[in-house]
């Protein structure tokens, strides 16, 4: 595939502010150059990029709601009340809930978790899966879901129906109508003040980890947690400057030197060593096993892997995930291959601006996987569906500059849910409606994709 090199002519001010910068730090101008072009301008940016300190966190009560999640979950935690951690069965939502349910227990709680089945529950907080929480041993008086619960407007109102409060750790893009919780955690929260808006869902349930360690006395023991959000950023790919590079600076230190039984399970599960340990190993590495648990069967081996306790334990779990994450792979390669037949016979690259697939037989657990890869090959956003109780259900993922979640806004009249970030979201539409969905996306997408935006872009320093 061809691709265009940008590299962006340096202005005046830019060219002054290199030749100070560069005094300033003692470093070469070319390196120099480097900084200020990422947005590094003077010797006190410079200073945070490089040594990055845990004094420069933002203070998780800049947050809206966090005063008020702060105090409701204490006040569960003090009376002995039931506590359920909601999470999603990917890298973001399993750490997220291993974390917060190993912070709360070491403060004494009564806390268990639920990762909803991506089969017979589906995605985010629902009515079926409160009704089986209610329906467990664990019937909860205080729910927190993470890394999603934002648009479950229903689910929320359901849940508060049934006497269960509600605190949500959201990173997603909110609908036009907020759920009815007692308390909502989300930087992108219309009104929200929080100076970073790039967080990962398990970077805003830290924020409460945070927050609640501060008010007990006990602030020191919430960064014993940042192996989980570094874990959980690098995966999702979210910035890391500012705020999210000392999280996981300070994560990866953990995991590097002192990591927890299932951590370490996982890394020698992939052929790696601590010590050199960086984003891309987690990446390409471990989040991949950490998933695969989800994709293709119960997300809760990979909270229990990450909370294990022992050697014996994690290498236990950490050998079924890696024999889930063989066979992924395989199921992942036949439905890729398939896609690329179909997409070959029906791509006109004059008309179609948007890969629309709808195949009932592809496996559930990679459709997210499967997309990423036709985005890498064809260079255009993608929606890959499968049909689940009759529903086609799928993922969608873009290219540079096209928002994809305002792509399908665009066509929420013909959807059933959808929800999700700029460059990857879920979708669901009724079977019959696939033709007009494809059609409408790829009007929509029409007068947004530049021919420029087609042709991929590398940014060079």
């Known amino acids: 595939m061809r691709y265009r090199w940008r590299l962006p002519a340096p202005g005046p001010e830019d060219i002054n502010c290199t030749r100070e910068l560069a005094q300033a730090i003692n470093v070469p101008e070319s390196i120099a150059s480097i900084l200020v072009r990422r947005g590094i301008r003077t010797f006190e940016e410079a200073r945070d990029f490089f040594r990055p300190s845990l004094d420069a966190l933002h203070a998780p009560e ?31 939502g399993t750490t997220s809930t291993a974390m917060m349910t190993l912070f709360l227990r070491s403060l004494g709680a009564n806390v268990a978790y639920h990762i909803p089945d991506r089969f017979t529950e589906g995605y985010g907080l629902t009515t079926n899966s409160i009704d089986r929480l209610l ?12 890394d999603c619960g934002i648009t479950a407007v229903d689910a929320v109102q359901y849940a508060r129906d049934k006497d269960v ?19 909502i955690l989300n930087p992108l929260k219309p009104g929200c003040k929080y100076p970073n808006k790039q967080l990962c869902g398990c970077g805003v349930a830290f924020k409460l980890v945070q ?29 890391l400057l500012g705020e999210n590079r000392i999280l996981v600076y300070y994560g990866l230190l953990h ?35 950490i998933n695969a648990a989800g994709r293709l069967g119960d997300g809760g081996r990979s909270v229990d892997l990450l909370m294990a306790q022992t050697v014996v334990d994690s290498q236990t779990v950490a050998l079924v ?44 657990g990679v459709i997210g996987i499967v997309a990423s890869r036709l985005v890498e090959r ?19 993922r873009s290219i540079a500059g096209f928002d994809i979640h305002s792509a ?54």
């Open 135 to 146: 329906g467990s041993e664990q019937k909860p008086k205080l729910l927190i879901s993470i």
């Open 378 to 396: 064809y260079h255009l956003p993608v929606v890959l569906m499968t049909t689940i109780d009759g529903i086609a259900k799928g993922s969608a």
């Open 62 to 92: 800049l947050m809206d709601g966090m005063p008020e999640a702060t105090r409701r979950v204490i006040e569960a935690v003090q009376s002995g009340e039931r506590i359920a951690v909601y999470g999603d069965y990917d890298v973001d």
């Open 408 to 461: 399908l806004k665009s066509c929420e009249h013909m959807l059933i849910t959808f929800g999700g970030h700029k460059y990857a979201a879920g979708v669901s539409v009724n079977i019959e409606k696939v033709p007009e969905f494809r059609s409408a996306i790829n009007t929509y997408a029409t007068g947004v994709i530049t021919r420029d935006m087609l042709e991929p872009e590398i940014a060079i320093d």
């Open 255 to 289: 995991i590097n030197n002192r990591p927890r039984p299932g951590i370490k399970a996982l890394i020698e599960g992939a052929g790696m060593k601590t010590g050199k340990l960086g984003t891309t190993q987690i990446v390409f590495g471990l989040a991949p096993r």
């Open 165 to 183: 409060d509600v605190v949500i750790c959201d990173h997603h893009e909110p609908g036009p109508v907020l759920p009815n919780a007692n308390a």
């Open 211 to 239: 927050s609640i360690a501060a008010a007990v006395g006990k602030l020191q023991e919430a960064y014993e947690y940042l192996d989980f959000v570094a874990l959980a950023s690098s995966a999702d790919i979210v910035s």
């Open 321 to 364: 995930l890696e024999e889930e994450n063989v066979n992924r792979r395989r199921i992942d390669e036949e439905a890729f291959l398939e896609a690329c037949v179909l997409v070959d016979t029906m791509l006109d690259r004059e008309r179609d601006r948007v890969i629309v697939l709808h195949n009932g037989t592809w496996h559930a």
